[in-house]
T-cell receptor, first 111, second 117 residues
Framework: GQSLEQPSEVTAVEGAIVQINCTYQ??????LSWYQQHDGGAPTFLSY????GLEETGRFSSFLSRSDSYGYLLLQELQMKDSASYFC????????????FGAGTRLFVKA | EAGVAQSPRYKIIEKRQSVAFWCNPI?????LYWYQQILGQGPKLLIQ????????DSQLPKDRFSAERLKGVDSTLKIQPAKLEDSAVYLC???????????????FGPGTRLTVL
């Protein structure tokens, strides 16, 4: 089976840096994605890592360590609008390709 | 490029009634997903279509839920009869490769918020 773990809540101050961790357990791991979801909104894609290392996209970076079954999303220069839920999602190959979402981390950005 | 369209946006029904949701994916996307998202939780995959064929419905409660994808484009998800625990947001998503590709950026619609009383 597959499982993902991420913290349920994180609080940070505007302008700061925050890291949201995700550990996973899956039999046919292929890659790790991150999605952002504002209250009442739809999840939107942020990043995808298939190889070890850091991927940077503006203020957001995502890291993957396949040997540790671990990844994180790094948000820099936090803004109030970054307050949202962040989901890690594993791309798994079990027959065909499947995507399994974690339970999400609620990020609160304070002024 | 138009995004994923869903309707209705909100639906309130009583338990044991039936309800249907509609989804129109992004043009050219082969894969269509239906997710159930209960408040405070991550999206849970209900069913995944590749073109008009089902590739994964392992978490679909088949005694009450059904879905179809007509001609490999639009899709409907039906619940009959509804239970209180079906209250959730039903999200439709689409992607280019889905089942057949290693990368899978999913594009989500706005969702339908279902309340079962």
């Amino acid at each position: 089976g597959q499982s993902l773990e991420q913290p349920s809540e994180v609080t940070a101050v505007e302008g700061a840096i925050v890291q949201i961790n995700c550990t996973y357990q899956t039999s046919g791991f292929y890659g790790l994605s991150w999605y952002q979801q504002h209250d009442g909104g739809a999840p939107t894609f942020l990043s995808y890592n298939a190889l070890d290392g850091l991927e940077e996209t503006g203020r957001f970076s995502s890291f993957l360590s396949r040997s540790d079954s671990y990844g994180y999303l790094l948000l820099q220069e936090l803004q109030m609008k970054d307050s949202a839920s962040y989901f890690c999602a594993v791309r798994d190959r079990d027959g065909g390709f499947k995507t399994i979402f974690g339970a999400g981390t609620r990020l609160f950005v304070k002024a | 490029e138009a995004g994923v369209a869903q309707s209705p946006r909100y639906k309130i029904i009583e338990k044991r009634q039936s309800v249907a949701f509609w989804c129109n994916p992004i043009s050219g996307h082969a894969t269509l997903y239906w997710y159930q998202q209960i408040l405070g939780q991550g999206p849970k995959l209900l069913i995944q279509f590749q073109n008009n064929g089902v590739v994964d419905d392992s978490q679909l409660p088949k005694d009450r839920f059904s879905a179809e994808r007509l001609k490999g484009v639009d899709s409907t998800l039906k619940i009959q009869p509804a239970k209180l625990e079906d209250s959730a947001v039903y999200l439709c998503a689409s992607s280019l490769q889905g089942f057949s590709g290693p990368t899978d950026t999913q594009y989500f619609g706005p969702g339908t918020r279902l309340t079962v009383l």
